[in-house]
């Protein structure tokens, strides 16, 4: 009996498509394979719409994307299945370093320091005082 359902099965999965959308999802990989070597998505369009393919430009679009979206893993379909290798965690440990090792503004100091030409930065010696004296709490205190 088991055996009559596979049967069932597996006629149908060899019959033709039923629905567009359906039609388009099995022709994927050669889609895919034309968009890759260089077609553009309008012509391979065109091109299965002389040989009866029956669909407008749009709706040919939004599956192929729709499709093409399914197909791509997801973080989630990917969650947990890292390489766990103790080589492996080692590299990431020592990607990630310590917050003390690593310093946010990196990139930025680098840019300031190779930047070309003359640049004022506003900042006064923090013990010259507004009068031009040095020290002056310092001299205040006797």
Known sequence: MENDYQHCLDKLAAAAPETKSAVIRSLLPGIEAALNSGQRLKAIWKALRKEGLQISYRGFHMTVSH???????????GWGKEDKSPAAQRSQETKVGTVEERDPFANLKRLEENRPGFHWRGTRNVKTS??????????NKR
């Open 130 to 139: 507004v009068n031009g004296r040095e020290g002056s709490s310092d001299k």
């Open 67 to 77: 499709a093409r979206k399914m197909r791509k893993p997801t973080a989630a379909n």
